[in-house]
């Protein structure tokens, strides 16, 4: 080998070792200032309590976890936020990914209106949140609300966001509703990249509707299933405008998110607030990580 073809092979890897530090140094040095050096304020006051005189934080040990684990006994409602958190796994594992997927497979066969419906189903997701719960909560209305009027004429009464629980279960659906869009694309995307061949062989074997969907689609798509899952399980934690726009946090519907900002925006209970994000990321983490791991056993990703 020439010299000449060294030194260009040489500033080929120096090249490469430039561009692949540059790509780099943007998350790392994302993650280090948008987690790293804005949370560790947070965790140190999970150890610090407010001293009454001088209003400076001092070493307290456990004393905030012991307060917090203490709260549940003397005040029996306080567990009904973190349930309601909690409750928003299963609607979105259970309701909201299958429901996407089979509207998705319904689009993805070219039904009647097809393209309208995918944008009907989009649609929300362009709309702002505030302007999107206010129609939501109003066509609910009893003065004036169009779905109110339906559901009163078929026998369906009730306060809707009024009352416990048809409250929280409104803003169970309007979730599922809201979400439902960003789902549709996302799968739609994974389906449309499905071999023809393979949905033609299937159908050359007398495959039906159902089958073809649960024996060919689904597994085929299931690492975007897996996805959508997750992302949907990290929203538990964070959920905080719909509830608060569409109820206010009252009749139960009061999630952790709101708990936590409640807390922060006076002032006086940071500590309380950094505690109970922080034990809630700490359990929530090794769950969604186990939910990950568990669905990835059952089928093995495919390549096409």
């Given at each position: ?23 780099l ?6 993650f ?16 610090q309590?407010s001293?009454f ?12 976890i ?13 567990y ?12 979105t ?5 299958p ?24 649609l ?21 609300g ?7 004429a ?5 306060k809707?966001?009024?009352a416990?629980?048809?409250a929280?279960i ?19 995307g ?8 393979v ?13 073809e ?11 975007t299933?897996?996805?959508l899952?997750i992302?949907?399980?990290?929203t ?45 990321s700490?359990?929530?983490m ?19």
């Open positions: 080998m020439s010299a000449k073809s060294v030194i260009q092979k040489k500033k080929m890897k120096t090249g490469t070792k430039i561009f692949i530090i540059v790509m140094a943007y998350p790392i040095l994302h280090l200032l948008t987690w790293v050096l804005v949370n560790i304020r947070s965790v140190l006051l999970v150890f309590k001293d005189f001088t209003g400076e934080y001092v070493w307290a040990g456990t004393l905030n012991r307060m917090l684990f203490n709260s549940f006994k003397t005040d029996p409602k306080a009904i936020k973190f349930l309601n958190s909690f409750l928003y796994m299963p609607v594992c259970l309701i909201s990914v429901l996407a997927t089979f509207c998705s497979y319904c689009l993805f066969k070219k039904m009647p209106l097809a393209s309208f419906f995918r944008v009907i189903f989009f929300p997701n362009v709309i702002p949140v505030v302007a999107l719960t206010i129609a939501f909560r109003l066509s609910f209305d009893p003065g004036t169009v779905m109110y009027e339906l559901l009163r078929i026998g369906v009464q009730s809707f966001f009024g416990s629980p048809s929280q409104m803003v169970f659906i309007y979730c599922i509703w809201a979400g439902l869009g960003y789902d549709v694309i996302l799968l739609s994974a389906m449309g990249r499905i071999p023809d061949s949905l033609e062989s299937a159908r050359l074997d007398g495959v039906g509707f159902f089958r969907f649960f024996t060919f689609v689904v597994p085929m798509i299931w690492p299933l897996i996805t899952n992302l949907g399980m990290t538990v934690l964070t959920l905080y405008l719909q509830p608060y726009l569409l109820t206010g946090g009252k009749f139960y519907t009061s999630t952790i998110a709101m708990y936590v900002f409640n807390l922060a925006q006076t002032g006086k209970n940071l500590e309380t607030a950094a505690t109970t994000g922080l034990l809630c700490l359990v929530w090794p769950i969604v990580l186990g939910v990950r791991k568990f669905m990835s056993k059952f089928f093995r990703d495919v390549d096409y």
